[in-house]
């Protein structure tokens, strides 16, 4: 089903009507219409998207997204928006600068274009090509183009992989049933995994990885977070996207590293919202639950136990050299032979990242 013919709640205050506050008993007047147009007009400071994702024929799900804009703006030619909660769950912000969000993008009426300037991941969790469905809508239907600037880390995946930006995968399309060069790369288990944790180590004895979960648990402490909902990884996928992906992986024999544009510009047409909105969204793996199971015992840590553990090089080493191995078995179960794409898209986004927040804050046996 496509959102464009779902219920969309847009949110529409006027200047003299009440902001809204979460602890007010004074809710803002709403008026539900089944377009996203209002908001290209800049008369709107808040509005909920609603859009069923299909799974399969017989599961879907629903999320609702909530927006607002900067300091609840309104009335102005260039609003600033970010995504406020996911199914009216609060998103934690892992950013202290109050105008930063992991979520976050320009409306420019006078220019006619939708600036789409962060996109990073959050917690609740949503996918980024769930943000680019919502967004491709929104400039389609106000007829703006979108305009990007890439600073996506997973980009490069995508260019070594498919010679797209994740961005141009998603938006323009691609198609999926012709031969990829990478094919016919076949990842050597010993090989990989040496280089993994090569290149893991030196990160953890350059503090790189400590100070980024100190950081990111210092942010959870003072928003009054519990571990166990804290993001402790949070931008560690950079590394193995940015960094370990390209490096441990033999791409000489079909020599693709394409350069990214930086500067991003995207006109969408009807074509493109059918293709968008009509993509299933997959089923979760098995992996991270496979991958629990393998704990004797689920005592959560506290944030003073992992703050000293995560200054424990050895620990860390033996705790990512675990993860890789153990999520490396499950791979193969699924593929002997794994060629780049099944390590992205089996080995390390569904299992190695989540794990690594996992065992921070899990008790485990050795």
Known sequence: ??????????????????????????????????????????????????????????????????????????????????????????????????????????????????????????????????????ITNLAFQCKFVIEIVDLSDVS????????????????????????????????????????????????????????LFYKNIQICENTFVSVEFCPIDFESQRIFYKTIFKACIDWLPIQQDRTLPFFQRFEITSEDIVRIMKRKKKQKSNLLNNFVKTFDNQIIKTYDQIKTEIFDTSFLKKLFSKIFYLCFFELEKQCPNPNPEDIFKIYLRPCVIPNINLFLKYYTTD
């Open 156 to 211: 490069t995946v995508y260019s070594l992989l498919y010679g797209k930006s994740y961005y141009e995968y998603h938006i323009n399309g691609i198609d999926l049933s012709q031969k990829f060069k990478f094919q016919k790369i076949i990842v050597k288990k010993k090989i990989f995994l040496n280089c993994f944790e090569e290149k893991i180590s030196n990160f953890i004895d350059e503090s790189f990885l400590s100070q």
């Open 1 to 134: 089903m496509l959102c464009l013919e779902s219920n969309i709640l847009v949110d529409i205050q006027q200047k003299n009507h009440h902001k809204y506050e979460p602890n007010n008993n004074i809710e803002p007047k709403s008026v539900k219409v089944l377009d996203l147009r209002p908001i290209c007009s800049g008369k709107v400071n808040q509005f909920v998207w609603t859009c069923p994702w299909t799974i399969s024929s017989d599961i879907s799900e629903e999320k609702i997204l909530q927006f607002h804009t900067m300091n609840d703006q309104i009335n102005s030619s260039s609003l600033a928006w970010y995504l406020k909660s996911i199914n009216k769950i609060d998103i934690i912000e892992m950013d202290a600068r109050n105008y930063k969000h992991q979520i976050q993008f320009h409306v420019k009426i006078n220019e006619q274009t939708i600036s789409l300037s962060r996109l990073y991941p959050t917690y609740p969790k949503i996918s980024g090509f769930e943000i680019l469905q919502f």
